[in-house]
DNA sequence: GTGGTCTAGACCACA
DNA sequence: GTGGTCTAGACCACA
């Protein structure tokens, strides 16, 4: 796993577990690798993995049982709307740009269908 | 103008300005008010003003003339590459994204004709 | 019986058998249900039973006798000072609390007057 | 300042300046000792402290000014409701306590009234 | 073995 | 100077 300079590496961690619990790689109810485990997996230091997992925690993505592992939730809503906000931030991000940058709903379309 | 903590404030303000090129509120060839100026106008450091437009003159969005100010470039081309180019490395990340949530092209469409 | 996860499990339980002691549901000189019992009926190891019962013992409310089980004390006067001093304690603290807020006296039963 | 063993320096380290910002020493809008001099006058690593003001943050108590320093909120209503909050529910669980001690709303108060 | 805390200390971008 | 991040590594309670 590669991070890049461009934000803090706990974030992209936390980012790209959760995309892990929303793609199903760790489903509900889940064990997720221990802190230990994944430090070692992504090469960072445990408080960084520990980090990451807080930011899990705070969305309630993940929850803790001391002594025993962190765990993906079980309420299938909260990996839901998790998602569905935020592709809905994603969305609206990217029109409200675009509009500033002077296209129209249609544009907008048009290109995402050209894109690649 | 109000910044945000996400980002530099250099690069916000790049941004902001940027876009006041494209839109057209300054024009091919116009004089930039000068970095006093600037910095009065935003309430930021005139470091920070400098650093702003330090990015905008190496995207060639403007130029310098010692002693007389900045200025708009006068190659339309640059402009317009410009917003293509911001436009197209939007819509790229932003499908990359989405796709990544696990939606596909149709859904991404549907989602932005909802958007607001 | 769910356990939370700010404070340890056993000392949650002992809390909890403590209140069962100081409420009748084991009376003077009960016999207490067996490690083995506890655990089952609270679902947690026998070693977290065993540390709990460690607890009460050393508050002297309950002994044991070996290879014949452990038993609420006979000795009334402890259940009835253990009692005293809890509540003492926790109105102590509760009291310093308030007052570290801003609060007086006054206004602290007020507020436990209009509590619910 | 003396931190105790029963819950995190972090912890107790944000709580005291939770008070602190409660009861006015820092007042609305102040700006708060850096990180660094946090770190001296209690003693503590800077990791510490960021953690405990970490905690203020998400409360909303304080907010950040990157490269500047952080400041009391400037929304006396996020003060005023955390001071009731913090009172409500120390109540709350004091109370609740004390009824599963056997105690009723009149001996409670009582008991206040009569403390030290 | 599990998560959690803490320190020492380095390094960074930003203003 | 400001906050923020990260590592190395130690230590802890708990189950």
Redesign the interface.
Known sequence: MKFNNESPIYLQLSHVLA?DI??GKYKIGDRLPSVRELSVIFKVNPNTVQKALGELENLNLIY???TNGKFVTKDKKVIDDF?EG???E???L??S??K????N?KE??K???R??
Chains 1, 2, 3, 4 share one sequence.
């Open positions: 995309l929303v793609n803790t049982e001391r998602l935020l592709a809905k994603k969305t609206k990217y029109v740009d675009m500033s940058l002077g296209f709903k907008i379309v290109m995402i269908e894109d690649e």
